[in-house]
């Protein structure tokens, strides 16, 4: 027994990574005093973390060390010290220790539910407090995991410092009188957003009003609205509040998803000749970065320098569910049941304006063509349809403003998260080292998280196929936050996944796996995760056996047969990721086909290289390359 192991850590030492090409750098690896352990072998080195769920757990940590209190997770409550956790840690052999913040257990630690979070990551306070544990953790030989360079938590320190802030812009299709100019438009205003970081106030931050006319495209959801056509209107608007019209959490709750109704109304500017339609836009500030801003990069780094001054070392970063802000419902923030936000900081609509043209530099007007399903002013059936707005008659214009949507969504998705691995990388050169964030992207998948019709008989079986029963995919939330794009978010996730398989449905998931294997080809660390959880554990055993067969996150075991590499397969389909451009309703899935890997145009562009009549890719050659849509 003792030779065994002897072997297998000699093959760990020597043997991983032989043949992982030009994607795993030498310097990934960890390294003891006796060995080293190339990453994806080094996941397999335990840590022990401290999940907080409000504020006073961290204050006391960090005041008293050695006091024990309740960091439980659920009913049961788990009495400890920080001393008491770095012990344990350092009894079991990690080198790290995870701190970090997740509102989503507050559902079982219900006496944290009406206090709202006040310290964030980029705060001055929160720092100090974090240099007070990581000292505590040093004197224990343990380095910090901690949820730093999340998107979804940066941006109270930000506004401070730069005087900047995020901007979403809600749209909401209405009705104008074109003699009179009399429209009238109500829609919910957004308040305040949970998600698992805490709730985040909304500030109110104006209105636009944009008048135009429409004509219906032949027997087609499409209506022709030209972009020359859109007259802002904006001095005519008045707002008016019902105040006794509320949904979600209580007025006065410092917590939890609120929105209150509002009317948007005005007249006038009959001059403007027969426009009978109007955009109203409500804008909102939030508490998250302009992550197009000049000064996004600097603050970054210089928010890292800061953890390093007040005595952080890091070995990973908590960076689960990467996306800026955004409530974490599944089916509120609509209006007439569409998701009717999106992020519109200053800095984006320069940098877009810049990119594609200069008329987009005031980018609200062409929120008409990001509009579906909002036609229900009509008096007729189409009234429930999902119209959509073209910029004019020919295909090509159908197909330019599909572009539009695209070149918007690829530009925010690829922007933060180009953002957020140079801030990672800098944290690497600052280390010394690599900086472990093991992670998946998005809160909520597709299809595991699409809306279907099926009340009477269980909704699980039927999100996997497009059925009549299918009616929206969450794919255009997830977009529109920053997050669908599991592949962009490779460049920063090292060690990423996904989590297709929760709420406990797991037939046909397959598709998860086959998703994991794709993402490993591409990723720095060439092994990919296919969560699953909250099953019976007959259930988790049998799709445990999957995963390791299939190679994602295998047993150790496993991961020794293997190399810790992916099952292969030699066709290659390209992952539809512009369906949610095309049409908002569909996700970015087409079918649960699990024996093909995935991989969108870009990734395939920038990794792939033909020779010989076989494209590779990553660490997979491939004979045969599906376009599953274009």
Same mark, same amino acid.
């Given at each position: ?38 990453? $994806?072998?080094?996941f397999q080195e335990p840590y022990s973390g401290i999940t907080l769920v409000g504020d006073s757990q961290l204050e006391q940590l960090a005041a008293n060390p050695d006091e024990p209190i309740n960091l439980s997770v659920s009913k049961t409550p788990q009495i400890y010290s920080l001393r008491q956790a770095c012990r344990q840690a350092e009894q079991r052999g990690s080198r790290t220790l995870s701190v970090a913040f997740d509102y989503f257990w507050v559902q079982y630690r219900r006496e944290f539910a009406d206090k709202p979070r006040l310290l964030w990551p980029d705060t001055s306070r929160y720092i100090e407090l974090i240099g007070k544990v990581a000292a505590v953790a040093k004197e224990h030989g343990l380095g910090m995991k901690l949820s730093v360079l999340s998107p979804l938590e940066i941006g109270h320190g930000y506004a401070d410092e730069t005087g900047e802030c995020g901007r979403w812009m809600h749209y909401r299709k209405g009705l104008r009188d074109p003699k009179t100019g009399n429209y009238s438009v109500q829609l919910w205003r957004q308040l305040a957003w949970t998600n698992n970081k805490g709730t985040v106030n909304l500030k109110d931050a104006g209105v636009r009003v944009f ?45 939890? &998803? ?87 900081? $200053?800095? #984006? ?58 070149? &918007? #969504? ?36 597709? $299809? ?137 309703? #569909? ?5 649960? &086909?699990? &024996? ?35």
């Amino acid at each position: 027994m003792i030779f065994f192991r002897i072997l297998v850590l000699m093959f760990i030492v020597f043997g991983s990574g032989l043949s992982q090409g030009r994607y795993l750098a030498a310097a990934e690896t960890y390294r003891t005093e006796m060995l080293a352990y190339p990453y $994806p072998w080094s996941f397999q080195e335990p840590y022990s973390g401290i999940t907080l769920v409000g504020d006073s757990q961290l204050e006391q940590l960090a005041a008293n060390p050695d006091e024990p209190i309740n960091l439980s997770v659920s009913k049961t409550p788990q009495i400890y010290s920080l001393r008491q956790a770095c012990r344990q840690a350092e009894q079991r052999g990690s080198r790290t220790l995870s701190v970090a913040f997740d509102y989503f257990w507050v559902q079982y630690r219900r006496e944290f539910a009406d206090k709202p979070r006040l310290l964030w990551p980029d705060t001055s306070r929160y720092i100090e407090l974090i240099g007070k544990v990581a000292a505590v953790a040093k004197e224990h030989g343990l380095g910090m995991k901690l949820s730093v360079l999340s998107p979804l938590e940066i941006g109270h320190g930000y506004a401070d410092e730069t005087g900047e802030c995020g901007r979403w812009m809600h749209y909401r299709k209405g009705l104008r009188d074109p003699k009179t100019g009399n429209y009238s438009v109500q829609l919910w205003r957004q308040l305040a957003w949970t998600n698992n970081k805490g709730t985040v106030n909304l500030k109110d931050a104006g209105v636009r009003v944009f008048a135009f006319r429409e004509r219906r495209l032949h027997n087609t959801p499409y209506y022709v609205v030209k972009p020359e056509d859109i007259v802002d209107i904006s001095e005519t608007a008045k707002v008016q509040v019902f105040d006794g019209l509320r949904r979600g959490a209580a007025p006065n709750s410092p917590v939890g &998803y609120r929105a209150v109704r509002v009317r948007i109304r005005g007249e006038g500017r009959s001059d403007i000749g027969n426009r009978d339609r109007v955009l109203v836009v409500q804008l909102y500030e939030t508490p998250e970065m302009d992550y197009f801003s000049e000064s996004a990069e600097g603050y970054l780094r210089g928010l890292i320098d800061r953890y390093i001054a007040a005595g952080v070392h890091f070995n990973a970063l908590y960076a689960d569910e990467m996306h800026i802000q955004g409530d974490w419902g599944y089916s509120r923030h609509h209006d007439h049941g569409e998701f009717a936000l999106r992020y519109v900081s $200053p800095g #984006f609509a320069k940098q877009f304006a810049k990119a594609y043209g200069p008329e987009y530099e005031d980018f609200a007007k062409w929120l008409v063509y990001f509009c579906r399903g909002q036609n229900d002013t009509v008096n007729n059936l189409t009234a429930k349809s999902g119209a959509m707005h073209v910029m004019g008659d020919s295909p090509r214009d159908i197909a330019r403003t599909a572009l539009l949507r695209s070149r &918007y #969504f690829d530009m925010l998705g690829d922007g933060v998260v180009e953002l957020f691995a140079g801030a990672k990388n800098y944290l690497e050169e600052k280390m010394g080292h690599p900086v472990k964030s093991q992670a998946h992207a998005t809160w909520a998948e597709s $299809p595991t998280i699409d809306h279907v019709d099926a009340t009477e008989d269980g909704q699980w079986i039927w999100k996997y196929d497009y059925t009549p029963r299918f009616l929206a995919s969450n794919t255009v939330h997830q977009s529109a936050t920053a997050c669908s794009d599991y592949f962009k978010w490779c460049e920063f996730l090292h060690g990423t996944g996904n989590d297709t398989a929760e709420c406990g449905w797991l037939d046909r998931n397959y598709w998860g796996f086959s998703l994991a294997s794709s993402l490993g080809t591409i990723n720095r660390v060439r092994n990919a995760y296919a969560a699953h959880w909250g099953m019976p554990r007959e259930v988790h055993d049998r799709r445990s056996a999957l995963k390791d067969a299939w190679g994602t996150w295998p047993q150790w075991s496993y991961g020794l047969v293997q190399n810790m590499e992916h099952r292969k397969v030699d066709v290659l389909t390209l992952y539809p990721k512009d369906l949610v451009a095309w049409d908002e309703r #569909f996700g970015s899935w087409m079918t649960q &086909y699990a &024996y093909t890997n995935y991989m969108p145009q870009a990734q395939v562009l920038e990794f792939g290289e033909v020779k010989d009549g076989v494209l590779k890719v990553g660490s997979v050659s491939y004979t045969t390359l599906v376009a599953a849509f274009e």
